[in-house]
């Protein structure tokens, strides 16, 4: 565990970071001879290479060949993020702008998400991920039922945060679009608020046609309730495809599958991330020894939205070589402007 490594004197944490830096930039191994002459350093190559083999000792580094440079272990960007890293602070002028391109599209969750995955992805130049705002208890908001063909109706159901589900209903005879208006407007007003318990303790107040309806309510909040996140978007899978150590190699697609099959995210995302809570952002090197698809991987990981309410996730995924300090900075700002845009959409 690295809590009960060494810690580094203040050379040997400067050396570490520099090889980190360097190494991110290049994605070759770092030798003394080029961090002394680069940077300045005022001590020798001899004592820098001398420092390097301690750290790589102590398992911070590692040399691939007798005669190549070092390059960082988990180990040692696991105490780089977790002690040396400075956030690289977004200029004023990109948060005006991402804070703009999100007030545009203020009321349109689904923009709000594609947005999110966007910039997150080239931002960080990695693969993202997010996943829709979602009510960890599904509360009745809004309902429209829209004639569609013949006896066909299309149910649309938004909940409380703004997740909207749809799902075209058979009817036994057709009813005009004016009828279905009207008993939505009732059932709207009825249920607003109520969770499945509270529309339940009020299915006596309905009769009829508008009984079948909030029955089809109650299967679909049911539905709503068994999953642990909203949908789900992603951007930026060929950022991760083009890193040098993934050309013509399968870890790559290996590690993306995990975004991409629902129940593989759903696992990582119940394990790293603590139920509940927002503030913060987990960061995975490595798989950390439980995601073998992640062992070559770094994942960076964040909530959003109003705790024990409505949240969702977002974060991404890159060769561990990556810009942390740049790449936590975009998360925690894009987290905190999704967490108040959420909030300002439970008001509204």
Not at 28 to 40: D, H
Not at 123 to 139: M, V
Not at 324 to 345: A, H, K, P
């Amino acid at each position: 565990m690295l809590e009960t490594m060494k810690e580094l004197t203040e050379r040997q944490k400067l050396l570490l970071s520099l090889v980190i830096h360097e190494f991110t930039n290049e994605a070759s191994p770092v030798g003394s001879k080029n961090l002394v002459e680069k940077y300045k350093l005022d001590f020798s190559s001899a004592t820098v290479r001398n420092e390097l083999s301690t750290l790589t000792d102590l398992g911070y580094l590692r040399q691939p060949h007798t005669s190549a440079g070092r390059e960082p272990t988990e180990e040692g960007y696991r105490y780089f993020v977790g002690r040396l890293l400075r956030e690289n602070e977004l200029p004023e002028s990109m948060r005006k702008m991402i804070t703009h391109q999100f007030y545009q599209t203020r009321h349109d969750v689904d923009q709000w998400m594609r947005l999110a995955a966007s910039i997150l992805a080239n931002q960080s130049k990695a693969a993202s991920l997010i996943t829709a705002p979602h009510t960890e208890t599904a509360r009745f908001r809004h309902l429209e039922l829209i004639s569609t063909h013949g006896r066909q109706v299309l149910m649309v159901l938004v909940l409380v945060g703004g997740e909207v589900h749809q799902r075209i209903l058979s009817l036994e005879e057709p009813i005009s679009q004016e009828n279905l208006s009207s008993s939505t407007s009732w059932l709207s007003s009825l249920f607003h608020g109520m969770d499945t318990s509270a529309i339940q303790a009020n299915m006596q107040k309905v009769h009829g046609f508008e009984l079948i309806v909030t029955n089809w309510i109650l299967e679909e909040m049911g539905q709503i309730d068994s999953l642990s996140s909203g949908e789900i978007y992603l951007d930026g899978f060929t950022n991760v495809m083009a890193e040098p150590e993934f050309v013509n190699s399968g870890e790559a697609s290996r590690a993306l599958k995990v975004l991409e099959e629902r129940s593989s995210l759903q696992d990582l995302l119940s394990r790293v991330m603590l139920p509940g809570t927002v503030d913060g952002v987990q960061v995975l090197i490595g798989g950390e020894g439980t995601f073998d698809e992640l062992s070559d991987c770094s994942v960076i990981l964040a909530k959003y939205g109003s705790p024990g309410y409505v949240t969702g996730t977002l974060g991404i995924l890159g060769p561990i070589r990556m810009y942390y300090g740049r790449s936590i900075s975009t998360i925690r700002f894009i987290s905190n402007l999704l967490s108040d845009m959420v909030v300002e959409q439970l008001g509204d």
